[in-house]
């Protein structure tokens, strides 16, 4: 009988009722949250990988029809995507997942971002007016973002809702109780001077009670100079700079001539899930951030 009703709902082009959600997320962050909280009723693919800076991705056709098949959208915001999402969600001519439907979700609704900028333009770089996009290394704020994902889940299907409370229970346990145990290890290290190379950690910094003091980039998204190196030398002696934090993905030469010049540190970290091979989930990419800033201030 049940293989008759799927014939009948594949003949007429139908989902069939117990169909899994297929969700699209714009970053590997929030594939890993999503897959948590969905469990076996969601099947979740990311369009940035972890080893990719989201701010510039390629709309590839691949990517189109992704989202085309997609019941759900989930988007960081606060422009991070901006350079690419919007073509994907005109190419899908899908209405439920336009800006505003319920198969679209922008998870920066649920925060309060950080450095919202009131008056912003290009002469200051790849900024972003309506506040920092990376609160993802904010665990607090990723209660928040979880909350957020489990409600449209069920919204979208409600037959699930216990199923889908009962894995935000559980996840939203275990992450107390890795943040209890990353405040341990940073805890000894707060007030630590750090000069970043993008923005991306700004969150972590802050929530770990890191100070920091610049960036090796000379404004948002503009490559490091010699020159602003230079400048940045006596920044990070006069500050006693201990670390100095590069994603990945960047060139590491500009912080490691830092590093050389001022007797700091320089420490390479995913920026994002996915961003290296043990970073598989949200709680291994963490987990990966916190051990490696700790072992390089002990």
Request: hydrophobic letters at 40%; proline letters at 6%.
């Amino acid at each position: 009988m049940l293989t008759k009703l799927f014939l009948t709902f594949s003949l007429f082009g139908l989902t069939p009722l117990w169909a899994n959600l297929r969700v699209v997320t714009t970053t590997e962050d929030l594939r890993s949250i999503t897959q948590i909280l969905g469990g076996e009723w969601v099947d979740v693919t990311s369009i940035a990988k972890g080893t990719q800076d989201p701010h510039f991705i390629e709309a590839k056709p691949s990517y189109l029809v992704a989202v085309s098949r997609a019941d759900l959208l989930i988007a960081i915001g606060l422009e991070l995507e901006s350079g690419w999402l919007p073509l994907l969600i005109r190419g899908a001519r899908q209405p439920k997942l336009m800006p505003g439907e319920t198969g679209c979700l922008t998870v920066s609704e649920a925060i309060t971002p950080l450095e919202i900028r009131s008056q912003a333009d290009r002469s200051q770089g790849d900024v972003h007016p309506l506040g920092n996009p990376h609160f993802m290394a904010d665990p607090e704020r990723v209660f928040l973002v979880a909350e957020l994902i489990s409600k449209r889940l069920s919204q979208l299907d409600p037959s699930h809702t216990q199923i889908f409370s009962k894995n935000l229970t559980a996840f939203k346990k275990q992450l107390q109780e890795k943040i209890t145990l990353w405040k341990k290890k940073l805890g000894p290290y707060k007030g630590t001077k750090v000069i970043g190379y993008h923005m991306t950690f700004n969150y972590l910094f802050k929530y770990f009670g890191f100070d920091v003091v610049g960036f090796l980039e000379p404004k948002p998204g503009i490559q490091p100079t010699a020159q602003h190196i230079l400048s940045l030398v006596d920044t990070a002696k006069v500050q006693k700079v201990k670390l100095i934090v590069v994603e990945s993905f960047f060139d590491p030469k500009p912080g490691q001539t830092l590093a050389e010049r001022t007797k700091s540190k320089q420490v390479l970290i995913p920026a994002y899930v996915g961003g290296d091979e043990y970073s598989k989930t949200y709680f291994d990419w963490m987990n990966t951030v916190v051990n490696e800033l700790e072992k390089n201030l002990k």
